[in-house]
């Protein structure tokens, strides 16, 4: 069905504007991310940052049929999504490494803002095309976005499978600090330092951040949610595969489980190239420097933080938390 076809596509109403981001703060932003060329923009209410093309059309995702069968993959921009989805398909093609390993992730598990990521203005006719074969794709679907919950159908949660993937915000900082030197649609120029600030006052693409993740949070007892740690995932991986397989209603043997338990440590992804997304150095969508499997761990914030800087996260990951049950393990005794 194309988007246009969709029956509600009439009746749905986003009720969330997007404007260009403030100048001041844009100004501020700007020569520091040379690659927004079309600027960034804010939604009201909530804030969600994202460049203007999305901002044009995003009606078009909210209005996104969910089906019965799909499973869609949430969270904030690395925080392990694509190791997750990863995760996901196995489990919803019979464990087959074979295939996962024949065909890129991005068509498997595609990520439904992606035709919205780029600085044009208008959506290409091959943008369009990302998107109706979106909406084509065989059941059952593996589909993950960085959207919240609020951009999303409002039918999703009630629909389909949903699992969320969180992460401890200071290895997140450090992880999207890399990610915005490695891809050139970014392009940071500035310090670490600098990024971390924009990230604690929410102008880094997607924030803000707390929102996100306590959205989710928030919804965890919905029976179609299965909410998990990236830190989790580092200290048992099996055992985390064992409880998304019983979410999605999959039965995997245990040959199968230690299969895509092996297939999906750090090491064995690192050098998966339909995972791995060094596909994007050929392209030139990446610079040549760093990887997009950087390094895996949890707490490597501390091989970046001064004691300043800490602390300030400190108190920013304090004040956001207060009045929640949730909380980050940030470092561990023990991971692969
Ligand atoms: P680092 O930059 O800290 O290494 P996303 O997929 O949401 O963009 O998240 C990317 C982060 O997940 C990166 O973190 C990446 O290395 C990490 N990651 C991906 N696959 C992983 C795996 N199998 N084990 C551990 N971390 C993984």
Redesign the pocket.
């Known amino acids: 069905m194309s988007l246009s076809n969709d029956n509600n596509f009439n009746q749905l109403q986003l009720r969330v504007q997007f404007y260009s981001m403030p100048q001041n703060e844009w100004k501020k932003l700007r020569p520091h991310f040379p690659g927004y060329t079309s600027g960034l923009v804010k939604s009201e209410p909530g804030k969600f940052v994202m460049n203007p093309l999305y901002g044009f059309h995003a009606e078009k995702l909210y209005r996104m049929q969910p089906r019965r069968d799909d499973v869609w993959l949430l969270?904030f921009?690395?925080?392990?999504?694509?190791?997750t989805s990863e995760l996901i398909w196995l489990l919803m093609n019979n464990c087959d490494t074979a295939r996962a390993s024949a065909t890129h992730l991005i068509f498997r598990t595609p990520c439904i803002e992606l035709p919205f990521l780029t600085s044009e203005t208008e959506l290409s006719p091959q943008m369009m095309n990302m998107l109706n074969a979106i909406e084509k794709m065989q059941s059952p679907r593996v589909l993950k976005s960085h959207l919240p919950f609020y951009l999303l159908h409002p039918d999703l949660l009630d629909t389909s499978k949903v699992v969320y993937?969180a992460r401890n915000p200071k290895?997140a900082i450090?992880?999207f600090y890399?990610?915005t030197k490695l891809v050139k649609r970014h392009n940071f120029q500035g310090t670490l330092e600098e990024f971390a600030e924009y990230f604690m006052e929410d102008e880094i693409l997607c924030s803000p951040f707390f929102p996100h993740v306590l959205d989710a949070w928030s919804k965890r007892h919905h029976p179609h949610l299965h909410f998990m740690f990236?830190e989790d995932?580092?200290k048992n991986l099996r055992g985390e595969i064992e409880k998304v397989a019983d979410f999605l209603g999959q039965s995997p043997s245990n040959e199968q489980l230690g299969k895509i338990t092996n297939h999906?440590?750090?090491d064995n992804?690192k050098h998966n190239d339909s995972v791995n997304n060094e596909l994007g150095k050929r392209t030139g969508f990446m610079n040549k420097d760093g990887n997009?499997?950087?390094?895996?761990?949890t707490g490597?914030w501390k091989n970046h933080f001064g004691p300043e800087l800490n602390s300030k996260i400190d108190k920013w990951i304090e004040r956001n938390l207060r009045g929640s049950d949730l909380t980050f393990i940030t470092e561990l005794e023990q991971q692969?």
Do not use: A, Q
């Open positions: 969270g921009p690395k925080c392990g999504t694509t190791w993937i290895d450090v992880s890399h990610h990236f995932l580092k999906l440590r750090f992804l997009f499997m950087r390094k895996g761990k490597d692969d």
